[in-house]
């Protein structure tokens, strides 16, 4: 069962039958730019980046990225840069896997964002979303559709954070303008 | 602005340091050569590929892929390089496209490191081409300039090559190829070198995209295992490039023109492997019970390694993970009593003494469950090191374990040897194995010196010496204990005698190819006949002609033991020793030294290529090895044997024994 979330929205990352989430993947798929006429070579691609940063009490502690694929603690991986997109059916064309159990104890907050390395804006982007996975059965847990992102070239897209002895995800949807994940900590800071 | 070239177009580059990007539509092999002024490629070696993707100021990707990034810095290219000629080829075998007619065509652009495009060539046109040259980047009056190319040869690679004035440009164009396949094949994967963040380049996602290989311009701390952890996994690249090794039989050049074979060396059957070992399904709230050999890989030999390779990290990360939660509560604890100090209501009373508490507390608090989690991720590491210690082959086996005592002569070279033993003072009982890759990479140094270490310094320095040179023995032994019986010899270079005792293991044994070589003659000879040997191998690979060789020349592998460098040693003789060090190894001639530093400190900086090109260790307890993923300082314990046990003297005997009985 997904939940279609909406700006702001949190959920608790529970499984349905009581137990807690070990692994979740926050996937990341968008639509490649369509070839252009027969210089299709000439096309403009789209590359969009997926970042994960860590906070302990709002200090970041640590950032997984296209450039740090995983963390030092070894609890979150990126499964690798993807430059150009896929076929905007719904696939995840970038992914983030976070071992909940293996988050170090003082991280308290995962955030999620995506950059537009290329410079494109949202509203060029086709069927790009953002979603969240129980990576141990892989069914979807809630999904955040990017389409009308507007003039923006950065979605600060959801936080993981400790609750009680579990994980909460919220729902951010929050837009910002950078080309990489540090254009975007003015921005995240708010949010945590 | 981009500039988008047409064939022979050329093009100003602004700057030097630049990622050229290549898409394709399917998969091609991406490479450059280097030009002198006059266009001519002078070797082998100027030609980055896949299986040789790094040579100064410019690195290709190490596989065929259909989206490429080469990160180039004219700046750092050789005096002598006037020209980079990007070449683009198509992957040879079956049910691939076999010209660039039937692909789309690929697509070429200069970019910054910051993405933005230079200049860039489609290339059109092609037809029966399978390679083809597609850009070219020169020097003209001090600047360097970009001209789109685009000339394809319709007999691939190898015309290519040849066309750029290289000798037994076939057999390059076949190693290539060989190293492209591989590549793909290539089921151990290295771990990651860690590299300083600015410096790594872009990769492109897949599963074919090799782990942030990318641009490593500065040299590795000396000592750093990132670097021989790089090197650890790319033997099978190595082996199939241009200046590769004889190994055995040397038969570089039967592969000429020929079909390509796609078997690996060593590897018999392309059957698949017998099946892991099964896990026992873990009770339930529990780990998983460790099994050994429960990682990937075609043999046990491969998957222990690739278990032991799994378990360094894993015991790499976890402890990053204590250390950064007890660094956070330790900031946290000083913020909190810092603003506690600066509050003026609370310097009367007990309030400040209060907040101070309560700020240790939530510390103790923190610290303490970052601790539980560490002592959970370690009593598994430790479970499962309990498991797999035991059941290691001998060359991945301390001298203490019981597998020394059933120790045969092997057969075939094993996939790695340890050399010692790494641990963190977070749980100094839990030793992750160093295995490095064989054949060697690089030579050895051990290291004689007072070290920083508290070990170092207790010892005097004649116990240190002695002590290095045993280190040193006992990793000769290993190696020929791992090798079989005729592929692996040991020269000792002890210029004044003074290391006649803890030599005595190799020269009682009678597993020497001659009595240690002594004084300024006795250096001289040794040195100029294992030049010699380099120089003929080296000559022989070059042109293909491994058959012409001597035939009192072995075709095993060396390894030279220096004692007391640089007494006895004259220029001449550093000379040589240097040329060893950086072309042996390609041509099977290692080099162990054990050294103090401080000795030759006469020589000034010149030596310090010499020790930094080779793998640091020291005969006793010292924090000097870094882990490629996150840095830390790993303690270094060389394997030696018990106290007491005559395992090395029998081992050795054994050994000989094997030399004398089918020696040929």
């Given at each position: 069962?997904?939940v279609?979330m909406?700006?702001g ?17 926050m ?6 730019a369509p070839?252009r006429?027969?210089?299709?070579s ?21 950032v ?6 995983t963390?030092d ?6 499964t690798g ?11 995840d ?5 976070v071992?909940l159990?293996?988050?170090?104890v003082?991280i ?8 537009s390395?290329t410079?494109q804006?949202f509203?060029e ?9 129980d ?5 979807e ?6 389409d009308?992102?507007g ?7 959801a936080?993981?954070?400790r609750?009680g ?7 951010l949807g ?19 | ?9 050329n ?8 990622e050229?990007?290549v898409?394709?539509g ?8 280097l030009?002198d ?22 690195e290709?990707s ?5 989206d ?6 004219l ?5 002598t390089?006037?020209?980079?000629t990007?070449l683009?080829a ?17 697509f ?5 490191l ?7 060539f489609?290339l059109?046109g ?9 850009l ?8 360097w300039?970009?001209r ?14 040849a ?7 076939a ?12 590549g793909s ?5 290295p ?15 897949g ?9 490593q311009?500065?040299?590795?701390a ?5 670097d ?5 996994g790319?033997?099978a690249s ?6 590769a ?9 039967s ?14 059957t ?11 399904p873990?009770a339930p709230g529990?780990?998983a ?5 429960d ?18 990290e894993?015991?790499a ?5 204590y ?9 946290r604890?000083?913020?909190e009593?810092d ?14 003494d209060r ?5 240790r ?7 303490a ?20 210690e ?6 991945y086996?301390g001298?203490d ?17 340890r050399?010692g033993?790494l ?15 064989l ?7 051990i290291?004689s ?7 170092a310094?207790a010892a ?13 023995v ?11 019986a ?6 000792v270079?002890d210029?004044a ?8 293991p ?14 300024a ?16 191998v080296?000559?022989a ?8 060789l ?7 592998e ?10 006895g040693?004259?220029?001449r ?8 060090a ?8 290692h ?9 030759a400190?006469?020589?000034g900086?010149v ?7 080779l793998l ?18 790993w ?6 044997a018990?106290e007491?046990?005559?395992?090395l ?5 054994l050994?000989a024994?094997?030399?004398?009985t089918?020696?040929?």
């Open positions: 069962m997904t279609n909406t700006k929205q949190a959920i608790s990352l529970q499984k349905s039958d009581g137990g807690t989430l070990t692994a979740v993947r996937g990341l798929g968008w639509q490649a070839r006429g027969l210089f299709g000439r096309t403009r691609e789209i590359d969009l980046d997926a970042s994960a940063v860590l906070f302990a009490d709002k200090q970041p502690v640590d997984v990225f296209f450039r740090h694929l963390s603690d070894g609890s979150v991986k990126h840069d993807n430059l150009v997109g896929g076929a905007g059916s719904g696939g064309d970038e992914a983030i896997l071992d159990q293996r988050v170090p003082h308290d907050q995962i955030v999620f964002t995506v950059n390395f410079g804006t509203q982007v086709q069927n790009a979303f953002c979603r969240i996975v990576e141990t059965n892989g069914q847990l809630a999904r955040y559709t990017l009308g992102g003039q923006y070239t950065a979605q600060i897209m936080k993981v954070h609750a002895n579990g994980w909460q995800m919220t729902a929050n837009p910002a303008n950078g080309r990489t994940f540090q254009d975007l900590m003015p921005a995240i800071l708010p949010h945590l | 602005m981009t500039a988008e070239l047409v064939r022979g177009q093009h100003t580059l602004p700057r030097t340091r630049l050229i990007r898409s394709a399917s998969p091609v092999v991406a490479g450059a050569t030009g002024e006059h266009g001519t490629v002078r070797g082998a070696e100027w030609i980055a590929h896949p299986g040789s993707p790094q040579l100064p100021g410019l290709v190490r596989q065929a892929a259909a490429h990034r080469l990160a180039v810095d700046d750092a290219l050789p005096e390089v006037h020209r980079v990007v683009l198509l992957p040879t075998g079956a049910g691939r496209p076999d010209r660039f007619g039937a692909v789309a065509a690929p070429v652009a200069v970019t910054g910051d993405g933005t495009e230079i200049a860039t489609t059109t092609l037809d029966t081409e399978s390679a083809v040259a597609a070219e980047l020169y020097r003209r009056q001090g600047a300039k970009v789109a190319v685009g000339q394809g040869y319709a007999t691939g690679l190898a015309g290519m090559l066309d750029q004035g290289i000798d037994r440009a057999e390059c164009a076949a190693a290539i190829h060989e190293a492209v396949a591989a094949a290539r089921s151990v994967t771990p990651p070198p860690r590299t300083p963040d600015g410096e790594r380049v872009r990769h492109p996602a599963p074919s995209a090799p782990p942030a290989g990318g641009g311009p500065a040299a590795p000396p000592g750093a295992l990132g021989s952890g790089a090197a650890a790319s033997t190595g082996a199939a490039g241009p200046g090794t004889p190994q055995g039989s040397p038969t570089p050049g592969t000429a023109g020929g079909p390509i074979d796609y078997a690996h060396p060593r590897r018999q392309s059957a698949p492997p017998p099946p892991p070992p099964t896990v026992p873990a529990e780990p019970r460790p099994v050994a050999g990682a990937t890989g075609w043999s046990m030999d491969e998957r222990l390694y690739n278990q032991i390779w799994g378990m360094f894993d015991l990360r976890a402890v990053a993970a250390r950064s939660a007890v660094d956070f509560a330790d900031s604890m000083e913020q009593i603003r506690a100090l600066g509050d003026p209501r609370n310097r009367m009373g007990g309030a400040g907040a101070r508490e309560e700020a507390a939530k510390r103790e608090e923190l610290a469950r970052a601790r539980e989690a560490l002592d959970r991720d370690l009593a598994q590491l430790a479970a499962e090191s309990a498991v797999v035991p059941a290691l082959p001998a060359a086996a001298w374990n019981p597998v020394w005592h059933g120790y045969r002569v092997p057969m075939e070279i094993p996939m790695a040897l050399v033993d641990h963190l003072p977070e749980r100094t009982d839990l030793r992750i194995p160093l295995l490095v890759r054949p060697l990479e690089r030579g050895i140094w290291d010196g007072r070290t920083a270490s508290e070990a310094a005097d320095g004649d116990a240190l010496r002695r002590s290095a040179v045993e280190t040193a006992a990793l000769a032994a290993r190696l020929l204990a791992v090798y079989p005729h592929e692996f010899s040991v020269h270079i210029p005698g003074s290391a006649a005792g803890p030599l005595a190799l020269t009682a044994s009678g597993v020497l190819a001659a009595p240690p070589a002594s004084g003659g006795g250096v001289a000879a040794v040195l100029a006949q294992l030049t010699r040997r380099v120089d003929l080296q000559m690979v070059r042109a293909g002609a491994a058959d012409s001597p035939p009192d020349l072995d075709v095993g060396h390894l030279l033991i220096v004692n007391d460098f640089p007494h040693f004259d220029d003789a550093v000379t040589q020793l240097r040329y060893l950086d072309e042996g190894p390609s041509v099977g001639v080099l162990m030294m054990v050294a103090d530093r401080e000795d400190r006469a020589y900086p030596l310090d290529p010499l020790w930094r090109s640091r260790v020291t005969p006793v307890a010292d924090d000097h090895l870094a882990d490629p993923w996150v840095g830390h300082a303690t270094y314990e060389p394997s030696r018990p007491g046990s005559r395992v003297e029998q081992v050795l005997a050994v024994a094997a030399r004398r089918d020696r040929r």
